[in-house]
């Protein structure tokens, strides 16, 4: 269904090829999922399949990619639109109408499809992507994660040969997620669709793949194959290949059923022993929030919500998508006036505070690190970042600059932030936030269009900034990084606090929020492949 023949796209600001050699094809009714570090053409290469690369982003495409029988360097997007469904990072950048069902509709009004069909598939996307609720709301009033549904789903509703989708599953959290891969499984197994996904979170999505296409960067030639030989030894993979390869499994699973048939002598090995307790933070709050309430609109969209953040900790903010998380965090900057409740930062109350003064107690990284971006380039950013902290007298010039590179090393510096990976705008974004210090830190999905090595890193960056004394709170849907991260879990749904305390106890009475470490060895308390390679070092 799809053929690469020695395909390479170079970009003329670019000193190497971000793509290059490569030469295969993806058979028709097959699920391949793509993989690779940050930068190493992931979304090029979705691009040359829809159109978009060359078309519309420029730089030189060498060799053919046919899709269908067509060749993409003979067709534009709009002409591939009745083969080819394409979703990518961000979902605001995909709508065209106002309302979630206008935009579930456009696509096949564009094809002229009869109003009856339109109508049935309408109805039938709205099933199954768990959006009849939402069908009247306006785009612009829907969390992240409802967005990136509708914007799947708008794709769905035309009947696509292939589907291309570019991180699908980032911005939803583990049941929405669940929900649109298992949509994903029967266009496959029933419709014979041909559905070619890029996705960081591989412990979601990696058991799903018929194929997986790695991209190693670097030069290095893809490789496509059996899901689990690519794992052995890709350098990015979930948790469950990482235990897989610290017990010494052969083949290596891929689910966590999997793991679990093969783990009863990982857990004798582990019996009788337990990982280091996470320490607790003691001393006054330097954020409280007491019975806060919020309206959206005539929607409460907080209730009652009792929340502390002290010196030292980092807490992880966790619910389905619009259960709350983005308001809270909004709230705590000023962004929402409380119906009722407080909220108190350092004795600041954020919503009358100038943001001069507010900056210094506290900063967020939003959902959409636009929305902090507005400089030409990249050292433009970084300059004005280390302005406004040197200001307050917080930082040196360079801080900035050194936290971008250490947290994704390769971004260049005259690229313009909106030419930038989802990935990496976030990073600049949380760079520009890092570096004036504030004592308390918030940030809204900060591993969206992150890779394993990048998370890594900034986890190491948080921990550090705990260690040195800042109050962190995240929001977010990754399971994986509130395990390896946060000293406490809060769970949200509804705009109410549903649960919260030590992150161990926490996630691992919740099987939605649980990491794949839990739910393999449970009832054993371990959560992380790093504390699992610890304890069996110490048995040595």
Same mark, same amino acid.
């Given at each position: ?20 050699g490569?030469?295969?094809t ?19 290469l979705?691009g ?32 591939l ?26 696509g ?7 109003p ?19 069908r ?14 509708v ?30 891969? %298992? ?25 799903y ?10 030069g ?38 999997d ?21 607790t933070?003691?001393?006054?709050p ?19 919500v ?6 030292g ?24 006036q409380p ?48 302005q406004? %902290? ?31 990976s ?6 600049? %974004? ?19 269009g ?27 849907h ?6 390896e ?6 769970i ?5 606090v ?9 996630v691992v ?25 610890? %304890? ?5």
């Amino acid at each position: 269904m799809i053929t690469f023949e020695q395909v390479s796209v170079h970009y003329h600001d670019a000193a190497e090829p971000t793509l290059r050699g490569v030469d295969l094809t993806v058979p028709e009714g097959e699920l391949c999922l793509l993989v690779g570090p940050s930068g190493s053409g992931k979304s090029t290469l979705l691009g040359t399949v829809s159109g978009l690369v060359p078309h519309f982003t420029g730089g030189v495409l060498h060799g053919r990619v046919t899709v269908g029988g067509r060749d993409t360097r003979a067709h534009r997007p709009r002409e591939l639109a009745d083969l080819v469904g394409t979703v990518g990072q961000d979902p605001l950048a995909h709508f065209v109408t106002d309302t979630v069902e206008d935009e579930l509709a456009y696509g096949m009004e564009s094809l002229g499809l009869a109003p009856e069909v339109m109508r049935r598939r309408v109805e039938e996307t709205l099933d199954l992507l768990g959006l009849a609720d939402l069908r009247d709301r306006a785009l612009s009033s829907l969390s992240g994660g409802q967005q990136q549904r509708v914007a799947i789903g708008s794709v769905l509703t035309t009947h696509p040969k292939v589907l291309v989708l570019d991180e699908p599953t980032s911005a939803l959290d583990p049941g929405a997620a669940e929900d649109v891969l %298992a949509v994903l499984q029967r266009l496959v197994h029933d419709l014979g669709t041909t559905v070619l996904m890029a996705e960081h979170r591989l412990e979601r999505v990696v058991q799903y793949a018929d194929q997986v296409l790695l991209l190693p960067g670097g030069g290095a030639t893809p490789v496509l194959g059996d899901p689990a030989e690519v794992m052995a030894h890709s350098p990015v993979h979930p948790p469950v290949v990482a235990l897989g390869r610290a017990a010494g499994w052969s083949p290596l699973p891929l689910s966590v059923r999997d793991a679990r048939r093969r783990a009863a002598p990982l857990r004798a090995r582990l019996a009788g022993r337990t990982p280091p307790p996470t320490p607790t933070a003691t001393g006054e709050p330097v954020l409280s929030v007491q019975r806060l309430t919020v309206r959206r609109g005539p929607v409460p969209a907080l209730r009652g919500v009792d929340l502390d953040l002290r010196a030292g900790e980092i807490t992880a903010l966790m619910g389905r998508n619009g259960a709350g998380k983005s308001t809270l965090l909004g709230s705590l900057v000023g962004l929402h006036q409380p119906a009722s409740g407080t909220v108190r930062v350092g004795g600041l109350t954020p919503h009358r505070t100038r943001p001069q003064e507010l900056i210094r107690r506290i900063g967020l990284v939003p959902q959409d690190p636009r929305d902090l971006l507005y400089a030409e380039t990249v050292a433009a950013e970084c300059a004005a970042a280390d302005q406004d %902290a040197g200001a307050a007298g917080n930082t040196e010039p360079g801080t900035c600059r050194a936290l971008v590179s250490r947290l994704l090393p390769g971004i260049d510096d005259a690229l313009h932030p909106r030419d930038l990976s989802e990935g990496q705008r976030l990073t600049l %974004a949380l760079a520009v936030v890092l570096t004036s210090r504030p004592g308390v830190i918030l940030l809204d999905e900060p591993t969206r269009g992150l890779d394993y090595a990048a998370k890594g890193r900034l986890v190491e960056i948080l921990r550090g900034l705990a260690a040195d004394g800042h109050a962190v709170l995240l929001a977010t849907h990754d399971v994986e990084l509130a395990a390896e991260l946060a000293h406490r879990t809060v769970i949200l749904a509804d705009g109410e606090v549903v649960a919260g305390g030590p992150t161990a106890q926490v996630v691992v009475s919740s099987p939605a929020f649980a990491p794949q470490v839990a739910k393999v060895l449970t009832p054993l308390p371990w959560l992380t492949v790093r504390q699992i390679t610890d %304890a069996l070092d110490d048995s040595l």
